[in-house]
């Protein structure tokens, strides 16, 4: 495909993990949270976010873990999004090109990069006025559900158990 055949855009379920996710990212009804809607575009998944000034870590920019923090959402989705699986962030390589300034929309997007059955490396970038501001590298390991509650310390949620590694 070239770069200018135009690609399908799915919306992806913002409520996937049920209308009471404790995500921060995802979540539509977390009270401080990013609230991101995505959408898979062939082999990306992206999404838009507008970053206001409660994000600010000096004046006017976007704080860097935050900015992180966005990143690791995206590559998230993009595992949820490719492969119908969650995952668990393992390792972060990152680079802020460029400060994300607060009222400019930024456009992020992932891709799989490399995969394994249990772990998949995801590239997401951050633009802002379709200029570069961030390159990442994200390592999400897969687990199965009783890798999942061990992580988490208790049991998975049902509205997340069809996504572990090895369900249906």
């Known amino acids: 495909m070239s770069d200018t055949e135009p690609v399908d855009t799915e919306p992806l379920d913002p409520e996937i993990f049920g209308p009471e996710s404790p995500c921060f990212g995802c979540s539509p009804s977390h009270p401080i949270g990013f609230h991101l809607k995505f959408s898979r575009e062939g082999e990306l998944v992206t999404t838009r976010f507008l970053p206001d000034e409660r994000l600010q870590g000096p004046p006017g920019v976007m704080h860097g873990g935050l900015v992180t923090t966005l990143a690791d959402e995206i590559a998230a989705w993009t595992v949820i999004g490719q492969k119908s699986r969650f995952g668990f962030t393992a390792a972060i390589n990152a680079k802020l090109h460029r400060p994300i300034r607060i009222g400019t929309e930024v456009a992020g997007r992932g891709r799989i990069a490399?995969?394994?059955?249990r772990v998949l490396t995801i590239e997401v970038t951050l633009a802002q006025l379709e200029e570069r501001v961030f390159t990442g590298?994200?390592?999400?390991v897969l687990l199965d559900?009783?890798?999942?509650?061990?992580?988490?310390?208790?049991?998975?949620p049902e509205t997340w158990a069809r996504f572990a590694r090895g369900a249906g």
Request: proline share 10%; aromatic share 10%; charged share 25%.
């Open 145 to 156: 559900q009783a890798g999942a509650e061990r992580l988490l310390g208790g049991p998975l």
């Open 114 to 117: 490399k995969e394994t059955p």
């Open 137 to 140: 590298e994200f390592t999400f």
